[in-house]
Nanobody, 122 residues
């Protein structure tokens, strides 16, 4: 069984910054891609950023220049750093990790965190 636990959400003032963390634990053989998504009320879940096992990062256009993604492979943890936050960044942020739990090739599956609320407001 694998669990993803997120932390770091909360209330942030416009122009402020945040750092979200997402740690995976359990029966893990290896972790591939990691990513952060967000979902605002009434909207579909959208990709914010993703990072490969080797550290290649891809940031969504709406987040470029303000958000960065990083990972610590030894801790099975992915981070999302945001700055110059805007009210439109308000959403529930979810992490996703692609995890192999058995030593069977191509047997990885996606696991999701429980979500953490980020509210950007004065």
């Amino acid at each position: 069984q694998v669990q993803l636990v997120e932390s770091g959400g909360g209330l942030v003032q416009p122009g402020g910054s945040l750092r979200l963390s997402c740690a995976a634990s359990g029966k893990i053989v290896s972790v591939g891609d990691m990513a952060w998504y967000r979902q605002a009320p009434g909207n579909q879940r959208e990709l914010v950023a993703k990072i490969s096992k080797t550290g290649d990062a891809d940031i969504a256009e709406s987040a470029k220049g303000r958000f960065t993604i990083s990972r610590d492979n030894a801790k099975n943890t992915v981070y999302l750093q945001g700055s110059s936050l805007k009210p439109e960044d308000t959403a529930v942020y979810y992490c996703k990790q692609t995890i192999l739990t058995r030593r069977i090739p191509f047997d990885s599956r996606d696991y999701w965190g429980q979500g953490t609320q980020v509210t950007v407001s004065s």
